[in-house]
């Protein structure tokens, strides 16, 4: 990665997961028949895939551990 120029805008990576994320939240909020621990755990899967933004190193290492280990709490309420 080094030896790449990272490009000034970078917002399009995120745009998918972002509107996925936002679409999710909205049943979620709505619809009251789905089951808010299974979409809250959808949800805090998406937010793995938004990465792009961090800087390579400590930041990304722990904003990558915090989301992948917040996935487990409503994932088990499933359980």
Known sequence: MAKFKKPEDITFLGKLGTEVWAQTDEVKRKDFKA???HIQTII???NLFCWMGLNAGD????FMKEMY???????NKVL
Do not use: Q
Request: glycine share 12%; aromatic share 12%.
């Open 44 to 46: 805090d899967g998406i």
């Open 69 to 75: 280990d917040a996935v487990p709490f409503y994932g």
């Open 35 to 37: 089951p808010p621990n």
């Open 59 to 62: 930041e990304l290492k722990d």
